[in-house]
């Protein structure tokens, strides 16, 4: 950890932009998105490869999130050079390790009320990661769009003078989002997993074809979801994309974002909708 830090230091003083895209791992197309679009921004590209225990609750998937070091170095090998960094938990948090950081407001929703503590984990890790390798950009998905906007705030509230940047969504040929989680799901639940984006793309020909009451939408969006039994919805709901408040009544741009359990894997997604 301290190479990563000195040689940051390095970098900087030579005068290159460094990009950073942090990830928990088992790459997919999604993470080597962001590595592309990195590439546009600066000299250096850093991804960091940490599963992070503490925005993990008890019960919750930290054993069986995958891991698959080899084959993610063999992913990156097309985009080097890289600076691959993949720090232990030890060094990331020490038994003495006291602080969290905690993002109100935007933290408590949509999956803060399910994962409890996951943004606290989250926003501290990031601002740990960021100390680190002190980047000028760092890269998130849109995927995971309420930690985007968690990101978004703390870089703001704290003043770490980095520079968010935003990808979309990369979907598999029919439409379910790709996660790492998704090489847990058996192949039922594979299949039935296409109803995520079934819905949200019924969601979006609602709205696009002008129904502005989302109480309506979201009944629709459960009678369809319903289809799929092994699919048990945590939340679906339509919000402000800015401050992730629920919408009644359709006015402007508003997020649809879901949570979803088949088996014991635990799927989001969002689309974002414009009347
Ligand atoms: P993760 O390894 O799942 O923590 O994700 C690391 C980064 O990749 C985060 O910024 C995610 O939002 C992003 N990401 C994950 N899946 C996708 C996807 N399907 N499309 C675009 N970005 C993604």
Redesign the pocket.
């Known amino acids: 950890m301290p190479d990563m830090s000195a040689l940051s230091d390095r970098l900087r003083e030579r005068g290159q932009k460094i990009a950073f895209?942090?990830?928990?791992?088992?790459?997919?197309?999604?993470?080597l998105?962001?590595l592309t679009a990195a590439r546009e921004y600066a000299d250096q590209v850093v991804v960091s490869?940490f599963v992070?225990p503490i925005q993990f609750a008890p019960g919750e998937d930290f054993e069986r999130y995958p891991r698959d070091l080899n084959g993610d170095k063999k992913k990156l090998k097309p985009f080097e050079p890289l600076i691959l960094f993949c720090p232990s938990a030890a060094a990331m948090f020490p038994g003495d390790f006291k602080t969290r950081i905690e993002v109100e407001e935007i933290s408590q929703k949509l999956c803060g009320k399910f994962r409890l503590g996951h943004f606290k984990g989250v926003a501290t890790v990031v601002a740990k990661l960021f100390n680190i390798v002190k980047p000028h950009f760092a890269?998130?998905?849109?995927?995971?769009y309420q930690?985007?906007l968690v990101i978004k705030q703390l870089v703001r509230d704290l003043n770490l003078g980095i520079k968010i940047i935003a990808?979309?969504?990369?979907?598999e040929y029919d439409g379910l989002?790709?996660?790492?989680?998704n090489r847990n799901l058996s192949a039922p639940e594979r299949k039935a997993a296409t109803v995520l984006y079934r819905a949200l793309t019924r969601a979006k020909k609602e709205i696009e074809g002008g129904e502005t009451d989302t109480r309506r939408i979201l009944l629709s969006l459960g009678r369809l979801i319903g289809f799929e039994p092994t699919v048990r919805v945590e939340y679906i709901a339509i919000v402000d994309p800015e401050t992730l408040r629920e919408v009644k009544d359709i006015k402007g741009k508003v997020l649809v974002a879901l949570a979803a359990r088949l088996g014991k894997t635990r799927l989001i997604d969002n689309l974002l909708i414009t009347p």
Not at 22 to 27: E, F, I, R, S, V
Not at 139 to 144: I, S, Y
Not at 167 to 171: F, N
């Open positions: 895209v942090p990830t928990m791992g088992a790459l997919h197309e999604g993470h998105a962001l490869i992070n890269l998130f998905g849109e995927k995971d930690q985007l990808c979309p969504t990369v979907r989002a790709l996660s790492s989680r």
